[in-house]
């Protein structure tokens, strides 16, 4: 070929080349500004033999603005890097339907670089690309939707007055808060609530004045319950509670008086001073119902009695609960005074040692002096203090108060005794006790080997290696430990040998009978033989006659508590009896049967 024709031809050739190449250019000039100026983000990456996506290969200027990150920055992310743990989990999911089916529209949350989320919705397609798959997502940001969702979802299930949850939320939440009780045999109560002489406010001061009053009490309402509580209006006057995992009747009867109170302040509304008050019925799940139809139904029931009995009160559905429910709340209220007001005092009950015939110990027992209602038994208000959870601060006070009098006993020169005190279930489990006893002791004065703690089997039953540790703290700070009631509760005898026990105690309720009953005689003597052997003491409480005595003697218990000896004295008649055996031996007692107190 001449060369003047090959030279046309190449530069024909170079000049196709480039217009080509300028074509090409173009066209992923074409697609790059398509790609950077479409409305939504897109991200491209690689899917890995094991179905996992890589780090993005390639983001659109629209991810990187929306999300806040630079080009290159966004490129060394994957994609669970930029949303929140919910959409992390839903992709695992949704990536197996997209392998499969190629492609796949997904809901779910990005999260921005300065941490805002963006709900957005995912378009996805899988594409073969240079022998691997890559799969191209594109975002669409649907926050103005979901806004406007919510806003609709919030107005179909909120009271517009008040944005209360209203009637049909209500009953929703009912039913799942229903599910989950009886799933977890919980109980679960109801509350219907009425304002009392409300009509005569919304008609003499007008709707507007009514509104403001119902807006106000929702208000107060709301603030005298958890967040996990349900309160609702169900229309009018008429609002209605759900209080999940209600323990006792008490906790729900005092919930009820709460909101009683809370609406007795007056309301401030358009320059008038307005009082109302409320009516207040109760149901629970599962003894007055188990659909919530019927719990409400009976709530209002309850209610309307409420309003009989002459309104501002509460009464439960079941009506034999209700005097025993305002005993226990008024009783509640009582004790908290009580511990305020100083009504509450320690009796000690002598023990005595078997071998020597002398008092080596004191129990304390706390007794509650009412005004009124005279002396208290601990029976009555120690579970009262739990529940309440005064047991913190009134086992606190017992603690002191018995190691306070121990060591002042020892300071006016009688012989050093133990005094033991009694720690309840909750009190163990509840409070910060090693610093308890350990305070008591500092500011007391009192040296630990002249304090023993009284347990009871549930304690030691309940969490065992929780316990064990308490219990070595305990002992490590030179406190002596002993079982309460022991052979009433738990049987369980296997970890007595677990446990840095000094002494174990019998249980009045065997030893009453250990001369008429053969079981009991044969249990007291089992358990003696049993502590003895794992090297502990044993004392038996509730000794009250001298056949009792004979017995525990000759069965080897080491020491005794009960009326043939003393009933439990004020700390002053306790003081007295010292004095008075301070030289003598209580032996004359054990041989003759005399009792004192
Ligand atoms: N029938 C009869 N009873 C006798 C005799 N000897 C002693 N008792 C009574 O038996 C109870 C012994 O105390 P407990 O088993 O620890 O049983 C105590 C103890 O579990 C609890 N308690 C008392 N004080 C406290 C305290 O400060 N804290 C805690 N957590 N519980 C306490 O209340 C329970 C009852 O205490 P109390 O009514 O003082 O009743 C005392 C005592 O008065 C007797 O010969 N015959």
Same mark, same amino acid.
């Given at each position: 070929?001449?060369?003047?024709? $090959?030279?046309?031809?190449?530069?024909?050739? $170079?000049?196709?080349?480039?217009?080509?190449?300028?074509?090409?250019?173009?066209?992923?000039?074409?697609?790059?500004?398509?790609?950077?100026?479409?409305?939504?983000?897109?991200?491209?990456?690689?899917?890995?033999?094991?179905?996992?996506?890589?780090?993005?290969?390639?983001?659109?200027? &629209?991810?990187?603005?929306? @999300?806040?990150?630079?080009?290159?920055?966004?490129?060394?992310?994957?994609?669970?890097?930029?949303?929140?743990?919910? !959409?992390?989990?839903?992709?695992?999911?949704?990536?197996?339907?997209?392998?499969?089916?190629?492609?796949?529209?997904?809901?779910?949350?990005?999260?921005?670089?300065?941490?805002?989320?963006?709900?957005?919705?995912?378009?996805?397609?899988?594409?073969?690309?240079?022998?691997?798959?890559?799969?191209?997502?594109?975002?669409?940001?649907?926050?103005? *939707?979901?806004?406007?969702?919510?806003?609709?979802?919030?107005?179909?299930?909120?009271?517009?007055?008040?944005?209360?949850?209203?009637? &049909?939320?209500?009953?929703? $939440?009912?039913?799942?808060?229903?599910?989950?009780?009886?799933?977890?045999?919980? @109980?679960?109560?109801? +509350?219907?609530?009425?304002?009392?002489?409300?009509?005569?406010?919304?008609?003499?001061?007008?709707?507007?004045?009514?509104?403001?009053?119902?807006?106000?009490?929702?208000?107060?309402?709301?603030?005298? &319950?958890?967040?996990?509580?349900?309160?609702?209006?169900?229309?009018?006057?008429?609002?209605?509670?759900?209080?999940?995992?209600?323990?006792?009747?008490?906790?729900?009867?005092?919930?009820?008086?709460?909101?009683?109170?809370?609406?007795?302040?007056?309301?401030?509304?358009?320059?008038?001073?307005?009082?109302?008050?409320?009516?207040?019925?109760?149901?629970?799940?599962?003894?007055?119902?188990?659909?919530?139809?019927?719990?409400?139904?009976?709530?209002?029931?309850?209610?309307?009695?409420?309003?009989?009995?002459?309104?501002?009160?509460?009464?439960?559905?079941?009506?034999?609960?209700?005097?025993?429910?305002?005993?226990?709340?008024?009783? =509640?209220? @009582?004790?908290?005074?009580?511990?305020?007001?100083?009504?509450?005092?320690?009796?000690?009950?002598?023990?005595?040692?078997?071998?020597?015939?002398?008092?080596?110990?004191?129990?304390?027992?706390? *007794?509650?002096?009412?005004?009124?209602?005279?002396?208290?038994?601990?029976?009555?208000?120690? !579970?009262?203090?739990?529940?309440? =959870?005064?047991?913190?601060?009134?086992?606190?006070?017992?603690?002191?108060?018995?190691?306070?009098?121990?060591?002042?006993?020892?300071?006016? =020169?009688?012989?050093?005794?133990?005094?033991?005190?009694?720690?309840?279930? *909750?009190?163990?489990?509840?409070?910060?006790?090693?610093?308890? &006893?350990?305070?008591?002791?500092?500011?007391? =004065?009192?040296?630990?080997?002249?304090?023993?703690?009284?347990?009871?089997?549930?304690?030691?039953?309940?969490?065992?290696?929780?316990?064990?540790?308490?219990? $070595?703290?305990?002992?490590?700070?030179?406190?002596?430990?002993?079982?309460?009631?022991?052979?009433?509760?738990?049987?369980?005898?296997?970890?007595?040998?677990?446990?840095?026990?000094? @002494?174990?105690?019998?249980?009045?309720?065997?030893?009453?009978?250990?001369?008429?009953?053969?079981?009991?005689?044969? +249990?007291?003597?089992?358990?003696?033989?049993?502590?003895?052997?794992?090297?502990?003491?044993?004392?038996?409480?509730?000794?009250?006659?001298?056949?009792?005595?004979?017995?525990?003697?000759?069965?080897?218990?080491?020491?005794?508590?009960?009326?043939?000896? !003393?009933?439990?004295?004020?700390?002053?008649?306790?003081?007295?009896?010292?004095?008075?055996?301070?030289?003598?031996?209580?032996?004359?007692?054990?041989?003759?049967?005399?009792?004192?107190?």
């Amino acid at each position: 070929m001449p060369a003047i024709e $090959r030279e046309l031809r190449e530069a024909e050739e $170079r000049r196709a080349r480039r217009q080509a190449e300028e074509a090409l250019r173009e066209r992923e000039e074409k697609y790059r500004l398509l790609f950077n100026n479409a409305y939504d983000a897109i991200f491209l990456n690689a899917v890995g033999e094991d179905g996992s996506l890589s780090n993005f290969l390639e983001v659109n200027d &629209v991810a990187c603005q929306r @999300m806040g990150y630079g080009r290159e920055e966004l490129l060394g992310k994957q994609p669970c890097d930029v949303v929140d743990e919910e !959409s992390a989990q839903k992709m695992m999911g949704v990536m197996r339907e997209l392998l499969r089916q190629g492609h796949t529209t997904f809901e779910m949350t990005l999260t921005s670089k300065g941490g805002m989320r963006i709900p957005v919705e995912i378009s996805a397609h899988v594409f073969p690309l240079g022998g691997s798959r890559v799969v191209l997502s594109i975002a669409r940001d649907i926050t103005e *939707r979901k806004r406007a969702e919510e806003i609709i979802w919030h107005q179909a299930y909120h009271d517009a007055l008040t944005g209360l949850p209203n009637r &049909v939320l209500f009953k929703d $939440r009912l039913e799942q808060a229903l599910a989950y009780a009886h799933r977890h045999q919980q @109980m679960l109560s109801v +509350i219907f609530l009425d304002l009392d002489r409300f009509k005569t406010i919304n008609d003499t001061l007008g709707h507007s004045v009514g509104d403001q009053l119902l807006q106000a009490v929702a208000y107060r309402l709301t603030k005298c &319950v958890r967040e996990e509580d349900t309160v609702a209006r169900m229309g009018g006057d008429e609002f209605t509670l759900i209080l999940p995992e209600v323990t006792h009747v008490e906790d729900a009867a005092k919930i009820a008086q709460k909101l009683i109170d809370a609406l007795k302040p007056p309301f401030y509304i358009d320059g008038y001073e307005l009082y109302t008050s409320t009516s207040i019925g109760i149901a629970f799940y599962p003894t007055d119902g188990e659909e919530p139809e019927t719990l409400l139904k009976n709530a209002d029931t309850a209610m309307y009695r409420a309003k009989d009995q002459g309104r501002n009160n509460f009464q439960l559905y079941a009506a034999e609960m209700n005097s025993l429910s305002f005993e226990r709340l008024a009783l =509640g209220n @009582m004790l908290r005074k009580a511990l305020d007001q100083e009504e509450l005092l320690v009796h000690y009950q002598p023990q005595v040692d078997l071998d020597s015939g002398e008092i080596f110990g004191m129990e304390a027992l706390v *007794r509650w002096q009412h005004p009124e209602l005279g002396l208290i038994s601990p029976l009555q208000f120690i !579970s009262l203090a739990e529940e309440t =959870g005064l047991i913190g601060a009134l086992g606190e006070w017992v603690l002191r108060t018995a190691c306070a009098q121990n060591k002042a006993w020892q300071l006016a =020169g009688m012989p050093p005794l133990r005094v033991a005190v009694n720690l309840s279930a *909750r009190q163990f489990k509840h409070t910060p006790l090693i610093d308890t &006893v350990a305070h008591v002791l500092e500011d007391t =004065g009192l040296d630990p080997q002249y304090l023993e703690l009284e347990l009871t089997e549930s304690i030691v039953a309940e969490n065992v290696e929780a316990t064990i540790t308490t219990l $070595r703290d305990l002992k490590a700070m030179g406190v002596q430990l002993s079982i309460d009631d022991f052979g009433t509760g738990y049987s369980s005898l296997s970890y007595l040998k677990r446990f840095p026990l000094d @002494m174990l105690k019998i249980d009045q309720s065997f030893v009453h009978h250990i001369n008429t009953d053969a079981d009991d005689a044969a +249990i007291v003597t089992a358990v003696i033989t049993l502590a003895h052997s794992l090297k502990l003491k044993v004392i038996a409480e509730g000794v009250q006659t001298e056949e009792q005595l004979t017995f525990l003697r000759a069965q080897r218990c080491d020491k005794v508590q009960g009326n043939l000896f !003393s009933k439990p004295l004020t700390a002053e008649e306790f003081g007295k009896l010292l004095h008075k055996k301070k030289e003598e031996r209580w032996d004359g007692l054990l041989t003759k049967g005399v009792s004192y107190g």
